[in-house]
C-alpha cells in the first residue's frame, strides 16, 4: 500500500530529510496472472522492493498498488510480470529480500531460473535502475544467495547494494518491536514457536555496522555500501502539489461553475428567504461567499456536494452534515444543509476562508442500510476512476497500547486493567503514557508513578 507517502513525504521534508518513497509489493510466481486464485499456484508469492525514482515512477507506484489490491487481491495484494513490466518507467528496483523472486529461486536451487529472471528484471527496468540487493541477518541461505548474485552483478553490469531488513529504528528498539509481532499474531511473549525475528539486527545501520556485518561472511567492494546513497541521489519526487483535482460534472448549457452555483444559490435565497432575499445582509453575506468560494477554486466542489444531496432528496435517502459546513449561506441554498445560518448566527469563515491551506470537506452521514447506494450512485456519475473510498486509520493509544502490550505479556488481566485504568481516555485529546508520568502535566498520576518505581512488571509493561 502506498497509505502514507504524502505524511511521510512532509515529515521527511519538516526534519529537512530527503524522502524515498516505495513499497515492498507481493509479486506473483511467473506466468501466473495478478487475479489468479488456484489454491495450488497462486497461494504463493515474492517480495519486490520498487522505488519512485521520479513524478512518473511515483504514479506508476500508486497504479501498482491499487491495481494489486482491486484486481490481484489472493490472501495478498499482488502485481503479476505483465503489470508490472507496463508499468516499470520511472522506478528502482532491485533482486530484494530473501523473499523476492531471485534469492527464492536461488534458494531453491533453481539457478539457471534465477539467472533467466534476473535477465528480464534487467530488462524490463534497465540497468541504471535494477540493483543487486546484500542482506546479511544471520541466516545462512542468505550467505549462499549473496556467495551467487555478486559474481552476476559483473556479469550483467549490475551495482551491487548492501542493505539492512529495517523494521525498526534503533537497536533498544528490538524488544518492543518483538512485543508488538506478539500483540500483532495474537501470542504470548513465552511461546517458544511464535514467529520472531532471527536476531537483533533489524535496525537502521550505520556504514560502519553495515560493514562489519557483511565482513565474516562476503568480502564486498566499498560501492556496495555506498550505492544506497546513490539510489537516495536519484530518486526526485515532490507530492507538493497544490491543485485540487476534482471531477467534472455535467451543468445546463451557457453556464460555467461559477455561474451555475450563482443560479442555484440565488433561486435558494428566493425559496427560503422570500422578501427577505433583497435584504442587505442576505445579499452581503451571499456575495461574500460566492467570491470567497469562487477565488478557492471550490465552486465545482459545492456542485458536486449539492447534486449528492439532490439525489439522496430524490430517494428518500436521510442525511446530516457535521461540522463547520453549516455555517455556509450557499450550502443552505443549494440544499447541502438544512441550517439557517444567518438565523443561528454560524459563521462561514470557520469553514472556508482565504488563510485556509486545505480543502474544506462537508461531512455527510447517511444511514447504514442506504449508504450503498450513495456510494453506487456517485461511481455511475463521476466514473469508476474518479471515486475513491478513505480509509481511517487507528491509532493505538496509551490505554489500548497498555492493554494489548499486557496480554502480549502473560500478565495477569485484572493487573493490567487496573494500570490501564489509571490512564485517562479523553475524546479528541491524545494521552500519551509520558504524560501521566510527567509531574505538573494536567494527567500526572502520582499512583502510576509510584507503581513504576516499585513495581517491575508495570515498568516492564511501560516501558
Not at 541477518?137 to 548474485?149: A, G, R, Y
Not at 548492501?162 to 518492543?176: L, S
Not at 463521476?382 to 505479556?409: C, H, L, P, S, W
Request: with cysteine; charged share 25%.
Amino acid at each position: 500500500v502506498m497509505h502514507g507517502a504524502i505524511e511521510f513525504f512532509r515529515a521527511c521534508r519538516d526534519a529537512n530529510i530527503k524522502p524515498i518513497i516505495g513499497v515492498e509489493a507481493y509479486e506473483t510466481a511467473w506466468g501466473r496472472p495478478m487475479g489468479g486464485r488456484d489454491p495450488q499456484l497462486d497461494r504463493e508469492n515474492y517480495h519486490l522492493l520498487l522505488l519512485a525514482r521520479n513524478m512518473t515512477g511515483y504514479r506508476n507506484l500508486l497504479k501498482i498498488a491499487s491495481h494489486s489490491q482491486t484486481d490481484g487481491y489472493y490472501y495478498k495484494p499482488r502485481v503479476d510480470h505483465e503489470y508490472l513490466a507496463a508499468h516499470a518507467e520511472g522506478i528502482i528496483a532491485s533482486t530484494g529480500c530473501l523473499g523476492a523472486e531471485v534469492p527464492q529461486l536461488l534458494y531453491q536451487g533453481k539457478e539457471r531460473e534465477a539467472y533467466e529472471r534476473l535477465g528480464w528484471y534487467v530488462d524490463v527496468f534497465g540497468k541504471e535502475n535494477f540493483f543487486i540487493e546484500l542482506q546479511e541477518h544471520s541466516i545462512p541461505e542468505l550467505v549462499t544467495v549473496n556467495k551467487t548474485l555478486v559474481p552476476w552483478a559483473e556479469k550483467f553490469g549490475l551495482n551491487l547494494v548492501a542493505t539492512n531488513d529495517v523494521h525498526y529504528v534503533r537497536e533498544q528498539d528490538g524488544g518492543p518491536h518483538d512485543v508488538l509481532l506478539c500483540v500483532q499474531t495474537g501470542v504470548t511473549i513465552d511461546q517458544p514457536n511464535r514467529m520472531r525475528m532471527t536476531d537483533g539486527s533489524y535496525f537502521l545501520k550505520s556504514r560502519a555496522q553495515m560493514e562489519a556485518t557483511f565482513r565474516p561472511f562476503i568480502d564486498l567492494p566499498a560501492s556496495a555500501f555506498e550505492h544506497s546513497l546513490r539510489i537516495a541521489e536519484m530518486c526526485e519526487i515532490d507530492l507538493e502539489d497544490p491543485t485540487y483535482h476534482l471531477p467534472d460534472l455535467p451543468i445546463p448549457e451557457g453556464y460555467t461553475y461559477e455561474t451555475y452555483l450563482r443560479h442555484l444559490t440565488e433561486e435558494g435565497l428566493k425559496r427560503l428567504y422570500g422578501a427577505r432575499a433583497t435584504d442587505s445582509e442576505v445579499q452581503e453575506r451571499k456575495e461574500r461567499e460566492l467570491r470567497i468560494i469562487h477565488e478557492m477554486g471550490f465552486d465545482i466542489y459545492y456542485l458536486i456536494v449539492a447534486d449528492l444531496c439532490d439525489f439522496a432528496r430524490s430517494r428518500n435517502i436521510w442525511w446530516n452534515v457535521r461540522g463547520s459546513g453549516a455555517g455556509s449561506l450557499v450550502a443552505y441554498c443549494t440544499g447541502i444543509t438544512g441550517i439557517d445560518p444567518l438565523k443561528n448566527n454560524l459563521i462561514f469563515e470557520r469553514f472556508l476562508n482565504p488563510g485556509r491551506v486545505t480543502m474544506p470537506d462537508f461531512d455527510l452521514d447517511y444511514p447504514d442500510d442506504q449508504r450503498e447506494e450513495m456510494i453506487r450512485y456517485t461511481v455511475e456519475k463521476y466514473g469508476e476512476d474518479q471515486v475513491a473510498q478513505i480509509a481511517t486509520f487507528n491509532r493505538m493509544k496509551a490505554k489500548a497500547a497498555v492493554r494489548d502490550v499486557g496480554r502480549a505479556q502473560g500478565i495477569e488481566l485484572a493487573k493490567v486493567d487496573y494500570i490501564a485504568k489509571l490512564i485517562p481516555g479523553i475524546p479528541g485529546k491524545p494521552v500519551t503514557i509520558q504524560d501521566c508520568l510527567t509531574e505538573g502535566h494536567e494527567f500526572y498520576s502520582q499512583e502510576l508513578v509510584d507503581l513504576y518505581a516499585k513495581e517491575a512488571w508495570v515498568k516492564t509493561l511501560l516501558d
